[in-house]
């Protein structure tokens, strides 16, 4: 099946995140799977492979986003294998994705927020706490990306960070100066939770980097401490800070590069909620809309 070959290339030729190949190695153990069962090789590039496998995963009964997932995959695996002349057509070029009903991003109201951000104390831990939130919300980063911040992506005088988002691109991302001055205070507690030398900004209490399982663990305690019993992970952050700034008047472009989205029609998604938040400020304000 090639896989291994496929897989290297991602990593190191298209420099593709671990998650990412990941994914991509999922998707082909399924196709693999799918093969065996039906007695077929990648080389039977034929409408007989293509029909058999459309119904194949369209009768998994999994979301249309799966599916166009699992698509993709293919398509770029049949890309390297024609490339490598493994075969001689890739089978999946002209197949369409199934449509994928956006859903609207869940966002934090900002009575919350001050509820999350004021129920924190100045212990060591609870310092590092309240910037690992400060940072999700001020910054709107993924958590594999805020896990990974080193001192050196800091540039602490333009209160900016250097990012390395999905497909290895860099972007800046911005913090305020509420954000500036926990940094500051965790910057003297990190001295004392590191047992031993690294560049990693947020450690555990070993003094190890900490991992994407602890930022949730971090949220859902804090959570439990204000009694809030709403469901919010790290990206519920990263929603609120693109909403609450597009509704603030930052266009769409710049939201967009902040959050590191290679297309503008994955930022679109928050004009749903920006035009309920118009419509609002319209029938509170319009002379004749009351």
């Known amino acids: 099946m090639y896989e291994e070959e496929f897989l290297n290339y991602l990593k190191n030729i298209r420099l593709y995140s671990k998650k990412t190949v990941a994914s991509y190695e ?60 493994i075969v001689t057509e890739n089978i999946f070029k002209n197949v369409k994705n199934p449509k994928i009903e956006k859903n609207i991003p869940n966002f934090i109201s900002h009575d919350k927020l001050n509820e999350i951000f004021t129920s924190f104390n100045d212990s060591n ?107 919010i992970t790290p990206h519920t952050f990263r929603h609120t800070f693109a909403t609450d700034l597009l509704n603030q008047g930052l266009d769409l472009v710049n939201v967009k590069e902040l959050l590191g989205h290679a297309s503008l029609n994955t930022t679109s998604i928050y004009t749903h909620i920006t035009n309920d938040r118009i419509k609002e400020v319209y029938q509170n304000t319009h002379p004749r809309a009351k």
């Not at 093969?35 to 459309?54: A, C, G, V």
């Not at 911040?149 to 900016?160: L, R, T």
């Open 125 to 231: 831990l609870d310092i590092r706490n309240r910037l690992v939130i400060e940072l999700l919300y001020a910054t709107g980063l993924r958590v594999g990306e805020l896990v990974n911040i080193k001192i050196k992506d800091i540039d602490f005088g333009a209160q900016s960070i250097k990012v390395l988002g999905k497909g290895s691109k860099e972007r800046y991302v911005f913090y305020n100066n509420t954000t500036k001055e926990v940094l500051k205070k965790y910057l003297v507690v990190r001295k004392k939770l590191q047992k031993k030398e690294n560049d990693y900004l947020l450690l555990n209490d070993k003094g190890t980097p900490i991992k994407e399982a602890s930022v949730r663990k971090i949220i859902q305690t804090t959570l439990m401490k204000c009694g809030i019993k709403s469901k």
């Open 26 to 85: 999922y998707d082909l153990k399924d196709y693999a799977l799918f093969l065996e069962k039906n007695n077929l090789t990648i080389k039977d590039d034929n409408d007989k492979t293509l029909k058999l496998y459309l119904n194949y995963i369209y009768d998994k009964k999994i979301s249309n986003k799966s599916i166009s997932r699992h698509l993709s995959s293919l398509r770029t695996y049949y890309d390297f294998l024609k490339k490598e002349n």
